[in-house]
């Protein structure tokens, strides 16, 4: 097992930079570059480090035992002057040092993965945790973090593998009386893991939204304000807003906060019968992204016509260009009139959307899900069959319990570890 290190905290200038070493020669590194002895374990200690007859820094130093740390491997932070030239002089002089190597990226998180530390849920959250925007990734990043999938899991997979072990021990009774008849515990166990099963993968695309976020659209006829509303929305000039119709060609985003969710704002080309070659190449590609979105703001004119498209039950339609209570309901992007409102009408309809969100996030764990349920469902199938094949009951069963260690990543993860940790940064 080789002894990694790299620097933790993020690169350039900072008040303090932390490097952090993982692996059996973890503290025999620090202890090389400190003259004092090292502090008591899990105790911050000042100490000058040096190397060569070089001080390199004074550095708070803090050691964690093997199996109470991180990674569950010894390791070692050490807490420097957050100077690049500093943090450069102390990776020199570990890479001076026998047995250590600089870490590739996430290989901290990896050692913890493998010691049983955190599981695969836990991996994804975290990677989702450093990536989070938003109020509500936080949340659901944190919650993943946490473990709340791998405990479940764990949980339905203890039902599963007690119900095929039930049916296994009854087949090695063939040929003689079997004691007594398992397929009704059998039967309970699979029906209420099912069930859970079923609730929970229900609730997997609205957590796949807190995720990656929603799109919203904003369409209209030309020269409604679509984009003097989007600019007022994004608070900045994203857009170029102008008296002449058909001035948004392509489709404009600006990502943005609504009611702590990530959204991708859309302005889009006026649409219309377009005379003008580019603009036509706009309205189509207006529409697209507009039946794509997941939500549609239509603001309109006097007229109150959209060419082209029709809003669906839950998009928001209004008029625009309601600069004073006199101009009626509406918007105004110019005097941001009816903004806030809008706004909520957002939140409301996407928050509606992520009401039933549940433990699982990631596709991967939904499709980890998806083929438990498929093995439930074909157990569920024989044993409702005459004549019934245990066996096979029993092989369907731990078909699902294998699905759900394929969950928390105990098995068949090889390929998707490469891909998870290539995302995270070196020092994770
Ligand atoms: N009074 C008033 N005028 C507005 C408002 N919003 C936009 N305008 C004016 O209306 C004209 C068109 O505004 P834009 O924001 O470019 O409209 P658009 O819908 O993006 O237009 P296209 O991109 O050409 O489809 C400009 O002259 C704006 O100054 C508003 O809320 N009130
Ligand atoms: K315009
Ligand atoms: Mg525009």
Redesign the pocket.
């Known amino acids: 097992m080789d002894t990694i290190y790299a620097l933790a905290s993020a690169r350039g200038k900072a008040g303090v930079a932390v490097i952090r070493l993982s692996g059996p020669a973890a503290h025999a590194a620090v202890a090389a570059l400190c003259a004092s002895p090292l502090p008591a374990l899990r105790r911050a200690g000042l100490r000058r480090l040096s190397w060569q007859g070089d001080v390199l820094d004074e550095a708070l130093v803090l050691l964690f035992p093997q199996g109470a740390s991180y990674t569950g491997e010894e390791s070692a932070e050490l807490h420097l002057h957050g100077s690049s030239a500093v943090v450069a002089a102390v990776l020199r002089a570990l890479a001076a040092q026998p047995g250590l190597r600089l870490a590739e990226p996430g290989e901290f998180t990896r050692q913890a993965l493998e010691n049983g530390r955190l599981d695969l849920t836990q991996v994804e959250g975290l990677a989702d945790l450093i990536d989070a925007e938003t109020e509500a990734q936080r949340r659901q990043a944190l919650r993943a973090l946490d473990g709340v999938l791998g405990r479940q899991a764990a949980q339905w997979r203890e039902s599963l593998v007690r119900a095929a072990a039930l049916i296994e021990a009854t087949i090695d009774f063939a040929d003689e009386d079997v004691p007594v008849d398992v397929m009704p515990e059998v039967g309970s166990l699979v029906t209420h893991v099912l069930a859970d099963l079923r609730r929970e993968t229900a609730g997997a695309a609205a957590a796949e939204r807190i995720r990656e976020g929603f799109e919203v659209a904003i369409v ?12 007022a929305l994004a608070g900045r000039e994203a ?10 060609r392509d489709v404009i985003e600006v990502r943005m906060e609504i009611a702590g969710l990530a959204v991708t704002l859309l ?1 889009t ?2 649409l219309r019968e377009a005379e003008d070659e580019v603009e036509r190449i706009g309205v189509s590609r207006a529409l697209d992204r507009a039946r794509k979105a997941d939500l549609r703001v239509f ?1 309109l004119d006097e007229a109150g016509e959209t060419e082209g498209l029709e809003p669906l039950p839950e998009d928001i339609v209004l008029r ?4 004073t209570p006199s101009d009626g309901p509406g ?5 941001g009139r009816g903004i806030p409102e809008l706004l909520a009408a957002i939140g409301q309809r996407l928050e509606q959307r992520v009401a039933g969100a549940g433990m699982v996030i990631r596709e991967r764990q939904h499709r980890a899900m998806i083929l438990a349920i498929k093995a439930m469902e074909s157990a569920q199938n024989e044993i409702g069959r005459a004549p019934r094949r245990d066996e096979l009951v029993a092989a369907h069963l731990r078909d699902a319990a294998r699905a759900l260690a394929m969950l928390v990543g105990r098995i068949d993860v090889e390929d998707l570890l490469g891909e998870i940790f290539a995302r995270f940064c070196i020092g994770k």
């Open positions: 209209g006829p030309p020269n409604a304000g679509k984009s003097t509303l989007f600019n857009a170029i807003t102008s008296a002449v119709a058909g001035t948004t302005d080309a006026g603001l625009g260009k309601a600069d918007v105004s992007g110019r005097t």
